[in-house]
């Protein structure tokens, strides 16, 4: 029997192809990132491999993989690997002087140089990262590896993502391996390899199985010789093409039944007792294991044994120690463990740990296998805490989450780690809400608040009770009753910071969710509060819904602003990221509402890299992308909004603002005709609980009527109408732009054949008059500008309705009153007027692939006798948008993407979203194949 590993890599010849050609993008300054996933088996690392070891030695190549452990245990675990293989390429005093003199995010992983820790925060740690691996790129291509990124940890995926994200012109090429095979729906990978697939500078390299003649290949590799036919069409069925189910089955020599387990542990059964029982101690470590850790854990000398398992290609070396090759083997190994060997095996390890530094994680882990609950429930809350100071906050959650599993099973348990199962829940909570998990934190409340008493503890339940209230909030709009109970809770005078935080939070959820009576009244007392205590976090959070409320009332942009970046300023002082974030999010809704959507594009981009570098895309930056999702709209970007939404959507956003996303989709989808999509899109939708309508219910009625006259049911778009009529009275601050918004879609369901017949008029006139006077809001001037045009019905009163829809610069209610310019004008024979709003109108119903507008207008064209001035242009050749045309156009030139998005305004970000849909559509694997087929269909001449 030859070798069990074949010694050289069989087919794949179209992926090496791709990673050459990536390699040779990085190589001109143009960082590229290549995905290479598959099954468990598949040979992702062997491809990755053998093909960067044909690139010779130009690129410093830095490798890193994750733990199985990672995903709840020890973050950076992969980036930790590879500064440390830099540190070998460079030398101490070389990389200690290419970090912060003054102090570096990076002190702890690499404590040999005994460097000064620097400031804390993702951010730093995020840049210091990114500013070396920058460095290292200009004197020489750069090849990062990250394996196994299926198990990172949730910090190690946010500077991943960050990478990729940023590292822009530098010579970089990043690889990672991801097994895809056994990822659970909702897995975080898959959300993460969903966002990635669509940026243009990552390459998808997806491996399938081999081919049966592969596979004869493989077997010849292997044997030394060509494989008997049969025998190959055999082992092909067998293993459905898995190199390593091939390797395995050869290495059997038996075409037995057995399962996969057994073959992979007849890989071994050959090896002496010694490499034998090594490689069950390496299994039990449940990934990378150090050459000392395993010596003491290993009963016996390692030497030998290691070096035959290395030989014999079951262990691969992996700073700092030993891994098992495949996971599969390892997995078979260590279920073939007895009960009582695997709480011998993790019972030493734990012991190892303890006595020497190592992951707090593991060693939780090692405990728990090892029957030891108490152990076990200290080291995670002590990991915990670990993580919370290493900024890794989705891995202070897990860890938190196994000390409350492993509380009942502890009698002491309070008593180890010296505080109750309540405090470990608090912790809990406010974890959740950092990392946007709104139910697990509402669980987490729910429990604490249960066995704390109010009597005893007022203070602590009040803080309890605000943040449930919040975190309800987030999931459907309602907890403004947790607020409004732990206000009573905290008396003035008692504790002012808490207090005003509290009327905050109560006033917040009240806007968010239902505002009630007292909303102002909460606002108001909140804001003089936090004036007279001075604090910057209280500040912050009563200017934050100061602004709000302004925003949803009549108190026009400059007061809006004003308050919200004074909010800004008190929350960057007190490193309050939450509000930072909102602040954005209502100024970009303020900018646009006073007319300057593209303004506010540009501002909510801004802060949604921000929220992307402070790892908090999932808890607020979904709704940056609904607000400037809305800008894009108005603008008639629509491809781009919908881009934009579903990027939002695969964060798994918490379910208010799930809702708040989906409903752009569904206005896109109303407006263009396409009825059953925003139905689904409705039924998606988290529904407020019963017996409430909340500010999102009611933003969501314009469209929903739309729908309705969409699909001819004027009943029910009356029915929708009424229902907001009877709901805005009891608004004390009825947005003015919802208020306004419906208005709109009262007047156009007014002009259907049966809606005229019905109360609709009167509807239309009750909501008219909840609309300010004042001008301050332009697109509110706008919607009152179109009721005097459908009232009047005159050509100036149109004209006059166009002219302020110019203003706020929404391009389809410009072609909605162009149309009905253009029928006034008829009316009066000035068919040359109403030719040419029409024309005007058609031309922005196309872009927009507008199918109800186009249809009204061919309507109105058809019973006028009017020929139009120009054919209707044809849809984009080979399904490209007019904004991917100009992307295609600028791309042909060889721009990179950074100079693409400054020759077009845009954002990198957006950029690359546009290339990846572009080498899509056009079935193209790289950009110069992308031109290619592009000249070919005309598309460029």
């Known amino acids: 029997m030859g070798a069990a590993v074949s010694p050289v890599l069989i087919g794949r010849r179209a992926e090496r192809a791709a990673l050459r050609e990536a390699y040779e993008r990085a190589r001109t300054a143009e960082a590229v990132t290549v995905l290479v996933s598959g099954e468990a088996g598949i040979g992702k690392s062997r491809l990755v491999s053998t093909t960067i070891g044909e690139f010779g030695a130009e690129p410093m190549v830095l490798a890193g993989g994750c733990l199985e452990l990672g995903a709840d245990g020890t973050p950076w675990v992969p980036f930790v690997a590879i500064l440390r293989n830099l540190l070998r390429e460079w030398g101490p005093d070389r990389l200690a002087a290419a970090l912060p003199s003054g102090g570096t995010a990076l002190a702890g992983w690499l404590p040999e140089l005994s460097l000064p820790e620097g400031p804390e925060g993702h951010v730093r740690l995020f840049g210091e990262v990114l500013g070396l691996l920058t460095r290292v790129a200009q004197e020489r291509p750069l090849v990062l590896v990250v394996e196994d990124l299926h198990w990172a940890d949730a910090s190690s995926r946010e500077l ?40 243009a500078e990552v390459v998808r390299l997806d491996l399938g199985p081999m081919s049966r003649q592969d596979v004869g290949e493989l077997l010849a590799a292997l044997d030394g010789r060509a ?100 996971d599969l083997i390892r997995e078979a190994v260590y279920g073939a463990l007895l009960p009582g060997q695997r709480r011998r095996l993790h019972t030493r390890y734990a012991e190892a740990i303890e006595a020497g530094p190592g992951s707090l994680a593991a060693l939780a882990e090692h405990w728990a296998v090892a029957g030891q609950p108490g152990k076990a429930l200290v080291a995670a809350w002590r990991a915990a805490a670990t993580a919370e100071r290493q900024y890794a906050y989705d891995e202070q959650l897990n860890m938190l989450e196994r000390v409350v599993a492993l509380w009942p099973a502890v009698a002491e348990a309070a008593e180890l780690i010296g505080v109750s199962c309540a405090t470990v829940r608090e912790v809990a909570a406010a974890a959740s809400y950092t ?82 009576p007292e909303m102002s009244l909460h606002a108001t007392r909140a804001l003089e509060l936090a004036e007279r205590v001075g604090d910057d976090q209280v500040l912050a959070e009563a200017r934050l819904v100061a602004g709000g409320i302004a925003l949803h009332t009549d108190g026009g942009p ?89 990027n939002a959507l695969t964060d798994g956003p918490p379910p208010w603002y799930d809702a708040a996303l989906r409903l752009e989709i569904a206005q896109i989808a109303v407006r263009r005709g396409r009825y059953d999509e925003a139905a689904h899109q409705f039924a998606q939708m988290t529904m407020p609980p019963a017996g409430t309508v909340s500010e999102i219910e009611l933003q969501r009625l314009p469209v929903r009527i739309g729908l309705a006259v969409g699909k ?113 004008a008829i009316r009066t024979n000035n068919k040359p007027g109403g030719r040419r709003r029409l024309g005007e109108a058609r031309e922005i119903a196309t872009r927009l692939a507008a199918a109800p507008l186009l249809a009204e207008i061919d309507d109105l064209t058809q019973r006028a006798g009017l020929a139009t001035t120009a054919p209707r242009p044809e849809p984009s050749a080979l399904g490209l948008t007019d904004r991917e045309l100009v992307v295609l156009r600028v791309l042909a030139r060889g721009l990179s993407n950074a100079e693409i998005a400054r020759e077009l305004f845009v954002s990198p970000n957006t950029v690359a979203t546009h290339v990846a849909r572009i080498l899509r559509k056009l079935s193209a694997s790289t950009r110069t194949e992308a031109t290619a087929k592009a000249h070919g269909a005309g598309l460029l001449d």
């Open 160 to 199: 991943f993502v960050y990478l990729v994200r940023n590292l822009g012109a530098s010579a970089v090429l990043l690889i990672a391996t991801v097994r895809t095979g056994e990822l659970p729906s909702g897995h975080p990978t898959r959300q993460l390899l969903s966002e990635l697939g669509r940026r």
């Open 227 to 326: 494989p008997h036919a049969v025998a190959s069409s055999e082992i092909h069925r067998r293993s459905s093409g898995n190199p390593l189910f091939v390797e395995a089955l050869y290495a059997s020599g038996t075409a037995s039944s057995e399962g996969l387990t057994s073959l992979l542990l007849d890989r071994v059964a050959d090896l002496s007792p010694a490499a034998r029982e090594l490689l069950t101690t390496i299994a039990v470590a449940g990934g990378a294991v150090s050459d000392d850790l395993l010596s003491e854990v290993s009963a016996e000398p390692v030497e030998d044994a290691v070096r035959e398992l290395i030989e014999r290609n079951q262990v691969a070396v992996l700073d700092p120690g030993y891994v098992i090759r495949h």
């Open 435 to 516: 990392t946007g998990r709104s139910r697990t934190g509402v669980e987490h409340a729910t429990a604490a608040l249960a066995v704390i008493d109010p009597e005893t503890e007022p203070l602590r339940v009040a803080g309890l009770l605000r943040l449930r209230g919040l975190l309800r909030c987030r999931i459907d709009g309602t907890g403004s009753d947790d607020l409004a109970r732990a206000v009573g809770l905290v008396p003035e005078g008692t504790d002012d910071v808490l207090r005003g935080r509290l009327l905050s939070g109560l006033a917040f959820t009240e806007l968010v969710g239902r505002p009630g």
């Open 558 to 646: 400059e007061i809006v602003q004003r308050l919200l970046q004074d909010a800004r300023r008190a929350a960057e002082a007190c490193g309050d990221q939450h509000t930072y974030l909102t602040s954005l999010q209502w100024e970009g809704r303020a900018i646009a509402d006073a007319g300057r959507p593209d303004e506010a594009v540009v501002l909510l981009e801004q802060a949604e890299q921000q929220a992307q570098r402070w790892g908090r895309m999932r808890a607020r930056g979904s709704m940056l992308v609904q607000i400037r999702a809305e800008a894009l709209i108005s603008l008639g970007r629509w491809d781009e909004a919908l881009e934009q939404v579903d």
């Open 712 to 824: 001819g049911d004027v009943p029910a778009a009356d029915r929708l109408l009424a229902d907001a009529l009877a709901v805005l009275p009891d608004w004390p601050a009825a947005d003015v732009v919802v208020t306004a918004r419906l208005y709109l879609a009262a007047l156009r369901l007014e002009r259907t054949p049966t809606g005229r017949r019905r109360q609709v008029p009167a509807r239309s006139e009750a909501l008219r008059q909840g609309l300010p006077d004042s001008g301050r809001w332009p697109i509110v001037d706008a919607v009152v500008r179109t009721g005097d045009a459908f009232a009047a019905g005159t050509v100036a009163a149109w004209d006059a309705a166009a002219d302020a829809w110019r203003v706020v610069h929404d391009v389809h209610e410009l072609a909605l009153v162009l149309v009905g310019g253009a029928a006034a």
